[in-house]
């Protein structure tokens, strides 16, 4: 990649680095002389790290590089076929599962949850919990209790919670 320079990145001959984002974790992403591939290949993983995370600049950057590619996608679609490809991830987001286990038990159950799902799934454990937490740190608001419960979440709106996968294949069955 090569020079910072206003928060617009060039190219150089130099070898590619993705430079490390500030301390805040703020960044323009628009590459100049990477149009259209590398702008649209930023704007799906900020989307998809954004959602991760729900880290507020992370998604206030990926808003940005969705409206920077989106503005010149608008003149030439044919031309921005990967931002058209990232824009499905973007306009038809995955559903996300959050599994708060107190007895891993479940986890095989879990796995062989129908394929074939637009699903992301995260499995809170007594082992991995506060490991997950220092991660993503809105999984704190999980809290794991004797009963497992499930979370079916699309974009930040989440389902009442079930307690048992006969429950949750049918919730996600009539999804």
């Given at each position: ?8 990145w060039?190219?150089?001959t130099?070898?590619p680095k ?22 649209s ?13 729900a880290e507020?600049?992370?998604?206030e ?6 409206s ?5 996608a ?6 921005h076929?990967?931002f ?28 062989a949850?129908?394929?074939g799902?637009?699903?992301?799934v ?6 991995n ?17 004797d009963?497992?419960?499930f ?11 079930v307690n ?6 049918e ?5």
């Amino acid at each position: 990649m090569g020079e910072i320079n206003k928060s617009i990145w060039t190219l150089t001959t130099e070898t590619p680095k993705f430079p490390a984002l500030k301390g805040d974790m703020s960044c323009e992403v628009a590459v100049i002389g990477a149009m259209p591939s590398g702008n649209s290949v930023a704007a799906l993983v900020l989307n998809r790290m954004s959602r991760l995370t729900a880290e507020k600049n992370l998604m206030e950057t990926s808003e940005k590089q969705k409206s920077f590619i989106a503005a010149r996608a608008n003149s030439l679609p044919a031309g921005h076929s990967f931002f058209m490809y990232a824009l499905t991830e973007i306009l038809y987001p995955a559903k996300e599962l959050v599994c708060a286990l107190n007895d891993s038990s479940l986890i095989k159950e879990i796995a062989a949850l129908p394929a074939g799902q637009n699903l992301s799934v995260i499995v809170i454990t007594k082992e991995n919990r506060e490991e997950l937490i220092k991660l993503l740190p809105y999984l704190a608001g999980y809290e794991l209790t004797d009963e497992p419960r499930f979370f079916l979440c699309a974009g930040s709106n989440c389902l009442a919670p079930v307690n048992s996968v006969e429950k949750l294949k049918e919730l996600i069955k009539s999804e």
